[in-house]
């Protein structure tokens, strides 16, 4: 079993930064690409931020200059601090993680449980 645990949503005023945690647990081999989508009411998942094993990030373009997603390989976490949030960025963040797990060969993608993001005045 593979449990991805995220952790640090909220309510933030415009401006305002939040940063999100997920790290990975369970019967883990390896870790490849992690990152974050988002899902706001009545609109489609999109991709925030991935980093692959060795750091390299892509940013949505919404989100360039703002977010900063990183990770500690030996904690298995992923991490999205985001700075200057405006009210479009309200939505449900969940991470992911292509994982492969001992005993198995290949790489198979899991995902956090969704923590809400909430920016407003």
């Known amino acids: 079993q593979v449990q991805l645990v995220e952790s640090g949503g909220g309510l933030v005023q415009p401006g305002e930064s939040l940063r999100l945690s997920c790290a990975a647990s369970?019967?883990?081999?390896?870790?490849?690409?992690m990152g974050w989508y988002r899902q706001a009411p009545e609109k489609q998942r999109e991709l925030v931020a991935t980093?692959?094993?060795?750091?390299?990030?892509n940013y949505a373009d919404s989100v360039k200059g703002r977010f900063t997603i990183s990770r500690d390989n030996a904690k298995n976490t992923v991490y999205l601090q985001m700075n200057k949030l405006k009210p479009e960025d309200t939505a449900v963040y969940y991470c992911?993680?292509?994982?492969?797990?001992?005993?198995?060969?290949?790489?198979?993608?899991?995902w956090g449980q969704g923590t809400q993001v909430t920016v407003s005045s």
């Open positions: 992911y993680a292509d994982i492969q797990r001992s005993g198995t060969l290949r790489r198979a993608r899991s």
């Open positions: 369970g019967s883990i081999f390896s870790i490849g690409n």
């Open positions: 980093t692959t094993t060795d750091g390299m990030a």
